[in-house]
């Protein structure tokens, strides 16, 4: 998967959110949009608020275009409401779970941790950050792998959600359901994102 690198402080301007759970993020400097014009005052279009929701909840969870667009055509094609349906997929995969633990300070740790094979499934290596975890899920960390985590969750005080179990001590994390609307990030307005791809 390609990995954005650049600088993620120019992303949470562009979209006037912290898109990387890191407290760094909520203290910017310059709270307007980067680029030259990024202090000018234009009213943006339709398009525009609709290309940049996009982008914020594309940038929050890591994924690519076209990641993000696959993950959009699946939920269309169920009988749900296909944006609620696009956030719950990206809530259920296993890098934003072991960031929701905790047990991580940001999604990016979490992807990294899980693709160096430090996590187990339901007792099996998973090294796919992406991996839908359905209700029911153990998620466990390999033995020589705990110390590692424990000094990457030090002083983190995490919001966990209430579909997560969490053992701090065990270092186990259980999926006892998929997250409803209301338990995913409010500020989300995932009705932009189905208009943006309908338009397009």
Excluded at 4 to 19: D, I
Excluded at 86 to 112: P, T, W
Excluded at 134 to 139: E, L, N
Excluded at 148 to 165: C, F, I, N, Q, Y
Aim: aromatic share 10%.
């Amino acid at each position: 998967m390609s990995r954005y690198t650049g600088p993620k402080a120019k992303r949470c301007r562009a979209v006037g959110a912290n898109l990387y759970g890191n407290d760094k993020f909520d203290r910017l400097h310059k709270n307007y949009p980067p680029g030259q014009h990024g202090q000018a005052r234009k009213k943006k279009s339709d398009f525009a608020h609709h290309l940049l929701e996009k982008q914020k909840i594309r940038w929050t969870y890591g994924l690519n275009e076209r990641q993000f667009r696959n993950l959009y055509d699946e939920a269309a094609r169920t009988k749900e409401a296909t944006g609620t349906v696009l956030l719950k997929f990206l809530e259920s995969r296993l890098d934003n779970i072991v960031f929701r633990s905790g047990l991580c300070a940001s999604r990016d740790q979490a992807r990294q941790f899980v693709s160096h094979g430090h996590v187990l499934v339901n007792g099996k290596k998973m090294t796919i950050p992406s991996a839908r975890m359905y209700v029911g899920a153990k998620i466990t960390f390999k033995e020589k792998s705990i110390e590692a985590l424990k000094k990457l969750s030090t002083g983190l005080t995490p919001v966990r959600p209430d579909w997560l179990t969490i053992d701090e001590k065990a270092y186990t994390i259980e999926v006892n359901a998929l997250p409803e609307r209301d338990q995913i990030d409010q500020t989300f307005k995932e009705n932009l994102v189905v208009e943006y791809y309908s338009r397009k």
